[in-house]
Protein backbone atom coordinates (compact mmCIF):
# COMPACT_ATOMS: atom_id res chain seq x y z
CA UNK A 1 0.00 0.00 0.00
CA UNK A 2 2.87 2.52 0.71
CA UNK A 3 4.49 2.35 -2.45
CA UNK A 4 1.03 2.64 -4.37
CA UNK A 5 -0.03 5.47 -1.81
CA UNK A 6 3.73 6.94 -2.57
CA UNK A 7 3.06 6.74 -6.20
CA UNK A 8 -0.43 8.45 -6.24
CA UNK A 9 0.85 11.39 -3.83
CA UNK A 10 3.61 11.60 -6.14
CA UNK A 11 0.61 12.32 -9.00
CA UNK A 12 -0.61 14.92 -6.98
CA UNK A 13 2.25 16.65 -6.17
CA UNK A 14 3.28 16.52 -9.87
CA UNK A 15 0.03 18.02 -11.05
CA UNK A 16 0.75 20.90 -8.50
CA UNK A 17 3.96 21.89 -9.36
CA UNK A 18 2.98 21.72 -12.80
CA UNK A 19 0.06 23.80 -12.09
CA UNK A 20 2.76 26.47 -9.24
CA UNK A 21 4.72 26.89 -12.66
CA UNK A 22 2.34 27.74 -15.06
CA UNK A 23 0.84 30.50 -12.87
CA UNK A 24 4.06 32.01 -12.57
CA UNK A 25 5.17 31.75 -16.42
CA UNK A 26 1.68 33.44 -16.77
CA UNK A 27 2.10 36.10 -13.80
CA UNK A 28 5.46 37.52 -14.71
CA UNK A 29 5.05 36.27 -18.56
CA UNK A 30 8.38 34.26 -18.49
CA UNK A 31 8.63 31.30 -21.09
CA UNK A 32 8.39 28.19 -20.39
CA UNK A 33 11.69 25.80 -19.21
CA UNK A 34 14.12 24.58 -22.34
CA UNK A 35 15.48 22.55 -19.76
CA UNK A 36 13.33 19.48 -19.80
CA UNK A 37 13.51 19.26 -23.65
CA UNK A 38 17.23 19.78 -24.08
CA UNK A 39 17.96 17.07 -21.38
CA UNK A 40 15.39 14.68 -22.69
CA UNK A 41 17.32 15.34 -26.65
CA UNK A 42 20.34 14.65 -24.81
CA UNK A 43 19.58 11.32 -23.24
CA UNK A 44 18.41 10.57 -26.64
CA UNK A 45 20.98 11.14 -28.28
CA UNK A 46 22.99 9.68 -25.62
CA UNK A 47 20.87 6.21 -25.83
CA UNK A 48 20.73 6.19 -30.10
CA UNK A 49 17.44 7.04 -30.46
CA UNK A 50 16.51 9.18 -33.72
CA UNK A 51 14.13 11.23 -32.42
CA UNK A 52 14.03 12.65 -36.46
CA UNK A 53 14.38 16.34 -37.49
CA UNK A 54 13.25 19.84 -37.33
CA UNK A 55 9.58 20.52 -35.77
CA UNK A 56 8.89 16.57 -35.36
CA UNK A 57 12.65 16.10 -33.13
CA UNK A 58 11.34 19.86 -31.41
CA UNK A 59 7.80 18.13 -30.63
CA UNK A 60 9.39 14.66 -29.46
CA UNK A 61 12.06 16.58 -27.25
CA UNK A 62 9.41 18.43 -25.67
CA UNK A 63 6.90 15.91 -25.35
CA UNK A 64 9.67 13.19 -23.95
CA UNK A 65 10.97 16.14 -21.36
CA UNK A 66 7.38 16.48 -20.11
CA UNK A 67 6.93 13.05 -19.96
CA UNK A 68 10.52 13.03 -17.65
CA UNK A 69 9.05 15.14 -15.31
CA UNK A 70 6.13 13.14 -14.32
CA UNK A 71 8.00 10.11 -14.51
CA UNK A 72 10.22 12.08 -12.04
CA UNK A 73 7.21 12.80 -9.91
CA UNK A 74 5.95 9.31 -9.80
CA UNK A 75 9.42 7.87 -8.80
CA UNK A 76 9.90 10.78 -5.98
CA UNK A 77 6.28 9.65 -4.47
CA UNK A 78 7.29 6.13 -4.96
CA UNK A 79 10.46 5.97 -3.26
CA UNK A 80 9.08 8.12 -0.46
CA UNK A 81 6.17 5.66 -0.14
CA UNK A 82 8.83 2.70 0.47
CA UNK A 83 10.82 4.88 3.04
CA UNK A 84 8.14 6.36 4.90
CA UNK A 85 5.78 3.24 5.31
CA UNK A 86 3.17 3.20 7.85
CA UNK A 87 5.50 5.79 9.92
CA UNK A 88 3.95 8.98 10.24
CA UNK A 89 5.73 11.99 9.76
CA UNK A 90 5.27 15.58 10.87
CA UNK A 91 3.86 17.39 7.92
CA UNK A 92 6.39 19.83 7.38
CA UNK A 93 9.06 17.48 7.89
CA UNK A 94 7.47 14.80 5.29
CA UNK A 95 6.33 18.30 2.68
CA UNK A 96 10.14 19.72 3.03
CA UNK A 97 11.72 16.20 2.70
CA UNK A 98 9.83 15.12 -0.33
CA UNK A 99 10.42 19.14 -1.45
CA UNK A 100 14.27 18.26 -1.10
CA UNK A 101 13.62 14.64 -3.15
CA UNK A 102 11.77 16.06 -5.81
CA UNK A 103 14.60 19.21 -6.61
CA UNK A 104 17.43 17.12 -6.15
CA UNK A 105 16.09 14.53 -8.69
CA UNK A 106 15.24 17.35 -11.05
CA UNK A 107 18.62 19.17 -10.80
CA UNK A 108 20.59 16.36 -10.56
CA UNK A 109 20.41 15.04 -13.90
CA UNK A 110 20.30 18.83 -15.56
CA UNK A 111 23.80 19.27 -13.76
CA UNK A 112 25.45 15.88 -14.79
CA UNK A 113 24.20 16.50 -17.90
CA UNK A 114 25.82 20.15 -17.83
CA UNK A 115 22.44 21.63 -18.69
CA UNK A 116 22.69 24.03 -16.18
CA UNK A 117 24.51 24.85 -13.08
CA UNK A 118 22.61 26.31 -9.60
CA UNK A 119 25.75 28.16 -8.53
CA UNK A 120 24.79 30.15 -11.31
CA UNK A 121 20.97 30.98 -10.88
CA UNK A 122 19.91 34.23 -10.29
CA UNK A 123 17.34 34.94 -7.25
CA UNK A 124 14.88 34.62 -9.79
CA UNK A 125 15.86 31.50 -11.06
CA UNK A 126 16.12 29.50 -7.33
CA UNK A 127 12.02 31.15 -6.73
CA UNK A 128 11.11 29.79 -10.15
CA UNK A 129 12.56 26.26 -9.28
CA UNK A 130 11.75 26.23 -5.03
CA UNK A 131 8.34 27.77 -5.28
CA UNK A 132 6.65 24.92 -7.29
CA UNK A 133 8.97 22.33 -5.66
CA UNK A 134 6.87 23.71 -2.41
CA UNK A 135 4.24 22.63 -4.01
CA UNK A 136 4.70 19.25 -5.40
CA UNK A 137 5.98 18.26 -1.47
CA UNK A 138 3.35 20.13 0.84
CA UNK A 139 0.87 18.09 -1.78
CA UNK A 140 2.61 14.85 -2.17
CA UNK A 141 2.73 14.90 1.86
CA UNK A 142 -0.92 15.37 2.18
CA UNK A 143 -2.11 13.12 -0.25
CA UNK A 144 -0.14 10.44 1.26
CA UNK A 145 -0.63 11.32 4.40
CA UNK A 146 -4.62 10.76 3.93
CA UNK A 147 -3.99 7.70 1.77
CA UNK A 148 -1.84 5.88 4.61
CA UNK A 149 -5.17 6.75 6.81
CA UNK A 150 -7.63 4.93 5.06
Known amino acids: ?7 LAGAAGTTALNIAGYLDMTVRGRPASVLPARAAGELAERAGADLGSGETADSRREGLG ?3 GYATGL ?12 RRLPPPV ?12 SVTPLTALRLTDPRDWSASSWVSDIVPHLAYGLTAATVYDRLTRL
Open 75 to 86: AVGGLYGLLAGD
Open 66 to 68: ALL
Open 1 to 7: MSLTAGI
Open 94 to 105: AALGLSAMAMAA
